[in-house]
């Protein structure tokens, strides 16, 4: 398996709170994303990484900030939670840019804004 | 309207029986994607293919690029298949090229 980490796996949080995500990568892989899933829509982008200090919007990225300050770790932060951010998070990387290359993805990370 | 659609949305199955998922897309791409989901969330990658098929043990992905369409097709179905198949295409999103994920396929298999 693929050296991926997400941290924490569950956690609930109340509306307005600042919530950081952690993705940690062992795999020196130089691109990583970070997405949600909600029932009846397919993954989303949310942010993602094409190296240290390098990031980009992905097609949901309102409410959400990301940084990378060294290669292994990705962190997205919702800075004042809202229950629309209620949803099941992933981080995924990727070694090169072209699309047939194999994406890894973390186990999930499941937040619920009350 | 996505610009990834699978079908079915849902399908069960009893242990034994051949099973075909299918996604088509809507623009030219390189290569597919497609990933299973097990219960408690995991995502792994089972294929990745720009022409004809790949096989995978029980697992068989095959793509038709001039028709935009992929299958996955399982044979001899067990209830550890039991699990959401999701395809995921490259699609042009702001200065890069990002991966479009369908809404997944959640398949049951029953013993």
């Known amino acids: 398996d693929a050296g991926i980490t997400q941290s924490p796996r569950h956690k609930v949080t109340e509306t307005g709170t600042p919530v950081t995500l952690r993705c940690h990568q062992t795999?020196?892989?130089?691109?990583m994303y970070w997405y949600r899933q909600d029932p009846g829509h397919g993954l989303r982008l949310i942010h993602y990484s094409y190296g240290v200090k390098d990031t980009d919007k992905g097609e949901v990225s309102d409410g959400y900030s990301v940084s990378r300050s060294k290669t292994e770790d990705f962190l997205l932060t919702l800075e004042s939670a809202t229950s629309s951010q209620t949803s099941v998070y992933f981080c995924?990387?990727?070694?090169?840019?072209?699309?047939?290359?194999?994406?890894?993805f973390g186990q999930g990370t499941r937040l619920t804004v009350v | 309207k996505n610009e990834v659609e699978q079908s079915p949305q849902n399908l069960t199955a009893q242990e034994g029986e051949f099973i075909t998922i299918n996604c088509s897309y809507s623009v030219g791409i390189s290569a597919l994607h497609w990933l299973q989901q097990h219960p408690g969330g995991g995502i792994v990658s089972l294929f990745m293919?720009?022409?004809g098929k790949k096989k995978h043990g029980r697992l068989i992905a095959t793509i038709n690029i001039q028709e935009k369409h992929s299958s996955l097709h399982i044979t001899a179905s067990h209830p550890r298949d039991s699990a959401v198949y999701i395809c995921a295409v490259p699609i042009s999103s702001g200065s890069a090229r990002q991966l479009t994920f369908g809404s997944g396929t959640q398949l049951t298999v029953l013993p």
């Open positions: 293919l720009s022409s």
């Open positions: 995924a990387i990727r070694d090169r840019e072209g699309m047939n290359t194999e994406a890894f």
């Open positions: 795999e020196n892989h130089r691109y």
